[in-house]
């Protein structure tokens, strides 16, 4: 206990001198801990601390690193004098992780300079057609509107509007959908996957093509709600998705792409000014 609060201390030390006297750049060095010859300073704990934080708030922020800090470097230790120098040699998977790390950090930085993420109604309808095999359903899929109201609810001034799927009435029954606390959708251009309607609407459906192909209002009672639906289209299961449905989709997989083909491109170009600048050799011999 002595050591945590000879932490906290330190801690609370340094969350007073970062709000009172953040100009003195001689103090962001001091060290505010240390466990064996390994210190942290307070420029350390400062840039964990994030910005605009209250005094409070920055001293809890301040006590919570400083503590986990100082636990990570007994452990460190502990774990340094109990392995053997073959145990702990990671040079290699180092050199590796930061390589990584500094590859993905230069790709999302070039492609985030260079790539164009606008993707247009017309280049995105040539892919779906181009690959429908990968649109392919596997649940029925329904565009619908619904209202899902407590039981106590009088539906008489809505049905009607809501039955003549007219737009302009659609703000009106949203009004009485939101005053009389009933559960909605009205957006028709929605497409829901009927397993994540039913989970809205607890629908029968024992003839599920004939039911979905209905226009008609199912006005209905269930678990003490009371319902009404309205299918505006549907596409069937095993069938290729509406391209409405997969619109989002299919301009991620053209993002992806055109995401992959500029980094090859950029890579092969690398590769071969490298070799043009004899910066590569490859010895034929000695594998």
């Given amino acids: 206990m002595a050591t945590r609060r000879t932490v906290l201390a330190l801690s609370v030390g340094l969350c007073m001198w970062w709000t009172s006297c953040g100009e003195a750049t001689d103090a962001s060095t001091q060290?505010?801990?240390r466990v064996g010859a390994t210190t942290l300073t307070a420029e350390r704990v400062r840039s964990h601390i994030p910005e605009?934080?209250?005094l409070d708030d920055s001293t809890t922020a301040a006590q919570r690193y400083v503590d986990q800090w100082v636990r990570e470097q007994i452990l460190v230790a502990q774990a340094e004098s109990a392995l053997s120098p073959e145990a702990v040699a990671f040079e290699d998977e180092i050199k590796a992780y930061r390589n990584a790390l500094l590859l993905h950090a230069f790709k999302e930085r070039y492609v985030n300079e260079r790539m164009d993420?606008?993707?247009?109604e017309e280049e995105a309808l040539a892919f779906y057609e181009a690959n429908q095999a990968s649109f392919m359903l596997t649940d029925y899929a329904v565009r619908?509107?619904?209202i899902n109201a407590p039981e106590t609810a009088v539906l008489d001034d809505v049905r009607e509007p809501f039955a003549a799927l007219d737009s302009?009435?659609?703000i009106d029954i949203e009004r009485w959908c939101v005053e009389n606390?009933?559960?909605y959708g009205l957006d028709g251009s929605t497409w829901w996957t009927l397993s994540t309607f039913t989970k809205e609407v607890p629908m029968n459906f024992y003839r599920k093509e004939s039911q979905l192909s209905s226009r008609r209002l199912v006005d209905f009672e269930a678990e003490g709600r009371h319902y009404l639906v309205r299918f505006i289209e549907h596409a069937l299961k095993d069938d290729v998705a509406p391209f409405s449905a997969v619109r989002d989709e299919v301009s991620e997989m053209i993002l992806h792409r055109r995401k992959q083909q500029l980094l090859l491109a950029m890579e092969e170009q690398l590769v071969v000014?490298?070799?043009?600048e004899g910066l590569v050799e490859v010895k034929d011999e000695g594998f």
């Avoid at 993420?117 to 247009?120: D, I, L």
């Avoid at 000014?273 to 043009?276: E, I, L, M, V």
């Fill in 31 to 33: 060290a505010v801990a």
């Fill in 273 to 276: 000014k490298a070799w043009a």
């Fill in 181 to 183: 606390g009933a559960i």
């Fill in 117 to 120: 993420r606008e993707v247009s």
């Fill in 168 to 170: 302009t009435g659609m």
């Fill in 52 to 54: 605009g934080s209250s």
């Fill in 144 to 146: 619908v509107l619904f």
